[in-house]
């Protein structure tokens, strides 16, 4: 029934029958449906949003979103799910969007800075355009995190999954550069931008009427000193937290969160940390009552993706042999994207408030934090500082 259906209706309205449910060293210069006769399906309108030299762009694409189909034996089959991946024009986010797409039962927003690289990327990926859609994000402009929830809202689609993955890593850079808003550019992107952007689109996540709902911050074993990658110097560390506390301008103040000065490496592991305190305060303070599962991970090391493009060339031809031989952490992109997307989708995967991590056999487990990565009165006085930072406090 549900081909037949799929064959009578155009390729934008094709039905999904799902089986599962969705509930389912410094210096470190050198590494430096089924379908009844009661199918509602709706059109419409999908705008995407596009930006060239500096305009931005809407078109108007139609598909069919949501189709939430009662058999006749009163079984229901599953809606696509909709989730929205930041930074997904590269790397573990270009991955997970793809390994998500194939399945047809999601449908992609990569919310992306470069909305002709992210174009390019899901082409190339291969991904089949109505399996996702581009919108615009630059987590370094709090107006840009604000005018994407807008769009997004705008675009109709339903929120079931958020993924915070876009980053930024500086390791080389001597001085600190600064976000729209003037905070230090990793920090201020890699956390502050995505703390704002789950904290507005929490509503829309628990709006959604998808049997499992979930936001999932990715992190990362470089944040954890329990951990000998952790130990690798400079360490991850935010004090007393007085640098964040002052707003990491960098004008009469640090634009460390710890107050310390300017060292690149650190400011990407302290964000990490930040990432994964985020992740448990969420967890804290909404999954009971909202029952979204909050999460994160470390996918393993991506030793081959455009997180290292400021590092210095040794480095980057170094570092892939390094990790795959050496340490044996290396995972490919394929292999990273799988992850991710068990993530937002196993449904063995609902439990809130874990660091996921995979074995060698490729088999994901729940990992232990690092003290500081753990500490919920540090979680908690992230949450409140920067709250007052993004204005929303
Ligand atoms: P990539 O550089 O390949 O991907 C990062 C993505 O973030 C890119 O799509 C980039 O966009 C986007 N991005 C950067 N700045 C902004 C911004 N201001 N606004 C919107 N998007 C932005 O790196 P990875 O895939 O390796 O990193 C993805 C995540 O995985 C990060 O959170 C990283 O910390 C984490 N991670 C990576 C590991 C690794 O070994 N690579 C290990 C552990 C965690 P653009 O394409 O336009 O540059
Ligand atoms: Mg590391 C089991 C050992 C292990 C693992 C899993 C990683 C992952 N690294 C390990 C060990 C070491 N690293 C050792 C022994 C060294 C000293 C030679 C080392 C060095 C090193 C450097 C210089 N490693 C690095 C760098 C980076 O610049 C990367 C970084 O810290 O980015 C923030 C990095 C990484 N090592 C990893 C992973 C996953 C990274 C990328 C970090 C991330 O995305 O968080």
Known sequence: MALQAAAVLPPALSLHKEAKSGASFRDSSLFGDSFSGHVKAELR???????????????????????????PGGKKTLRKGSVVITGASSGLGLATAKALAETGK?????????????????????????????????????????????????????????VCNAAVYLP?????????EGFELSVGTNHLGHFLLSRLLLDDLEKSDYPSKRLIIVGSITGNTNTLAGNVPPKANLGDLRGLARGLSGLNSSP???????DGAKAY?????????????????????????????????????????????????????FQKYITKGFVSEEESGKRLAQVVSDPSL???????????????????????????????????ISEKLVGLA
């Open 45 to 71: 309108c999908k705008r995407e949003y596009g930006r060239r030299d500096g305009v931005v762009r809407a078109q108007v694409t139609t598909s069919a979103p949501s189709v939430t189909v009662a058999a």
């Open 106 to 162: 999601w449908h992609v927003i990569m919310a992306c800075r470069d909305f002709l690289k992210a174009e390019r990327a899901a082409k190339s990926a291969g991904m089949a355009k109505e399996n996702y859609t581009i919108m615009h994000l630059d987590l370094a402009s709090l107006d840009s995190v604000r005018q994407f929830v807008d769009n997004f809202r705008q675009s109709g689609w339903p929120l079931d999954v958020l």
């Open 172 to 180: 080389t850079a001597k001085e600190p550069t600064f976000t729209a």
């Open 256 to 262: 460390m969160i710890d107050g310390g000065d300017f």
């Open 269 to 321: 592991k302290d964000s990490k940390v930040c990432n994964m305190l985020t992740m448990q305060e969420f967890h804290r303070r909404y999954h009971e009552d909202t029952g979204i599962t909050f999460a994160s991970l470390y996918p393993g090391c991506i030793a081959t993706t455009g997180l290292f493009r400021e590092h210095i060339p040794l480095f980057r031809l170094l570092f892939p042999p």
């Open 350 to 384: 609902t439990k809130s408030g874990v660091y996921w991590s995979w074995n060698k056999e490729s088999a994901s487990f729940e990992n232990r934090l690092s003290e500081e990565a753990s500490d919920a009165e540090k979680a908690r006085k992230v949450w409140e």
